[in-house]
């Protein structure tokens, strides 16, 4: 295990707002992603922080469409945008949503989006839940998304 992925599960466990702690950053720039939201018709605005490998934080907003189906989750808007970027390997991403912005429970990630994140994301990937700026659930990937489908 690297020393960054160490570091972030020591601050999951901390659960403590401080300045420099990576989850409690995450968190936080989920929160400010999920401002930029456009869900006219949902109005079920979600944010995600992305942390890559490289320990750049690339954000998601989901980003709704009249006929739906373009409509894009705020977690795979950030992984795309990481892999635009050049990012392919991942430690963590954290996800806030609720209606009209305002996150009263846990939003966890919908069944498109866990396979999106089991392309690029081994087992043990960090998905950090939040409902308030201290209270969170993680899991792992595997949790998520049991025998998931591989093209191999
Ligand atoms: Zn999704």
Redesign the pocket.
């Known amino acids: 295990m690297n020393e960054a992925r160490m570091r972030l599960e020591e601050q999951l466990r901390q659960k403590t707002l401080e300045k420099g702690n990576m989850a409690d950053n995450l968190v936080r720039f989920a929160y400010d992603a999920m401002k930029r939201a456009y869900a006219p018709y949902s109005n079920f605005m979600?944010g995600a922080a992305l942390l890559g490998r490289n320990g750049k934080i690339y954000i998601g907003c989901?980003v709704e469409n009249s006929a739906f189906s373009p409509t894009?989750?705020?977690?795979?808007n950030a992984f795309f945008h990481a892999v635009a970027d050049g990012c392919r390997k991942f430690e963590a991403i954290a996800i806030v949503g609720g209606k009209d912005g305002k996150v009263t429970d846990y939003c966890p990630?919908?069944?498109?989006?866990?396979q999106?994140m089991t392309e690029f994301c081994g087992p043990s990937f960090l998905v950090i839940l939040s409902r308030s700026a201290t209270d969170r659930k993680v899991f792992q990937l595997r949790e998520l998304l049991p025998e998931s489908f591989k093209l191999s």
Do not use: D, M, S, T
């Not at 990630?109 to 866990?114: A, E, F, L």
């Open positions: 979600v989901n894009c989750c705020a977690e795979r990630p919908c069944g498109v989006c866990r999106v």
